[in-house]
């Protein structure tokens, strides 16, 4: 490593497939990657469009533990192959929408926000499209986002404003969700899993009768012959 290395936005995420960490350097802007089974680093440099450099705010790793670099100062997503080390970019609809820290679900697909554009949005990778959905409130300017697998909704909050805001991705209703609300939010998750957990009950295989030798004689009176 580098005398100067800052070394921050660590991550382990899907370290399982490879046994590789994932980390950038602000000083430099260089990316490393850390194999804990050798303890060997290895440094790819800066990530570039044309002579532009890009450093990521926040580095989300997907289910093969290729890298996703959200360009807080800009207008594009990028990302990094595990296996050949190819950078590819992703501009965002939006201009200069300022997009920040991020999440992969389980489908495989990005979600983040878009601090410059008041904003959050997905990145599909079957389809190589970004979706984005504005907030309902000025200057929220999201921090993050973070889809709920119970109920597919996406929550973002801010450091701006005491609300955190509910949007469903398949209708676009947007909700602002105050502090004191929180509770009341929380329950209704609570209630959403609670019916998730009945229908899983519900659809479980019947039980295996008992075998005719484990049956008491009374029962096998009413069944066989004998």
């Not at 350097?25 to 804990?36: S, V």
């Not at 979706?131 to 409130?137: A, G």
């Given at each position: 490593l580098d005398i100067t290395?800052?070394?921050?936005?660590?991550?382990?995420?899907?370290?399982?497939?490879?046994?590789?960490?994932?980390?950038?350097?602000?000083?430099?802007?260089?990316?490393?990657?850390?194999?804990?089974?050798?303890?060997?680093?290895?440094?790819?440099?800066?990530?570039?469009?044309?002579?532009?450099?890009?450093?990521?705010?926040?580095?989300p790793t997907d289910k093969?533990?290729?890298?996703?670099?959200?360009?807080?100062?800009?207008?594009?997503?990028?990302?990094?192959?595990?296996?050949?080390?190819?950078?590819?970019?992703?501009?965002?609809?939006?201009?200069?929408?300022?997009?920040?820290?991020?999440?992969?679900?389980?489908?495989?697909?990005?979600?983040?926000?878009?601090?410059?554009?008041?904003?959050?949005?997905?990145?599909?990778?079957?389809?190589?499209?970004?979706?984005?959905?504005?907030?309902?409130?000025?200057?929220?300017?999201?921090?993050?986002?973070?889809?709920?697998?119970?109920?597919?909704?996406?929550?973002?909050?801010?450091?701006?404003?005491?609300?955190?805001?509910?949007?469903?991705?398949?209708?676009?209703?947007?909700?602002?969700?105050?502090?004191?609300?929180?509770?009341?939010?929380?329950?209704?998750?609570?209630?959403?899993?609670?019916?998730?957990?009945?229908?899983?009950?519900?659809?479980?295989?019947?039980?295996?009768?008992?075998?005719?030798?484990?049956?008491?004689?009374?029962?096998?009176?009413?069944?066989?012959?004998?």
């Open positions: 290395t800052q070394t921050n936005m660590v991550t382990p995420t899907h370290m399982n497939v490879d046994n590789k960490v994932w980390m950038t350097d602000t000083a430099t802007r260089n990316l490393y990657r850390l194999d804990a089974t050798t303890g060997k680093w290895e440094n790819l440099g800066v990530s570039k469009v044309a002579d532009r450099q890009i450093s990521g705010y926040g580095l093969d533990n290729n890298l996703f670099l959200l360009e807080f100062g800009g207008t594009k997503i990028g990302k990094i192959d595990a296996k050949t080390k190819q950078f590819t970019f992703y501009p965002t609809p939006t201009k200069f929408a300022r997009a920040r820290r991020g999440r992969v679900d389980h489908e495989n697909r990005l979600w983040f926000a878009e601090y410059g554009n008041n904003a959050v949005a997905v990145f599909d990778p079957k389809t190589e499209k970004i979706t984005e959905w504005q907030m309902p409130v000025k200057w929220q300017m999201p921090y993050d986002a973070q889809i709920s697998e119970t109920s597919g909704d996406i929550y973002n909050g801010s450091m701006l404003s005491d609300r955190i805001i509910r949007t469903n991705p398949k209708t676009g209703e947007r909700l602002s969700i105050k502090a004191n609300q929180l509770k009341e939010e929380f329950e209704r998750l609570r209630s959403i899993d609670s019916a998730e957990e009945a229908d899983e009950s519900e659809d479980d295989d019947p039980p295996i009768p008992p075998t005719r030798a484990e049956m008491s004689p009374a029962a096998r009176k009413k069944i066989f012959v004998e």
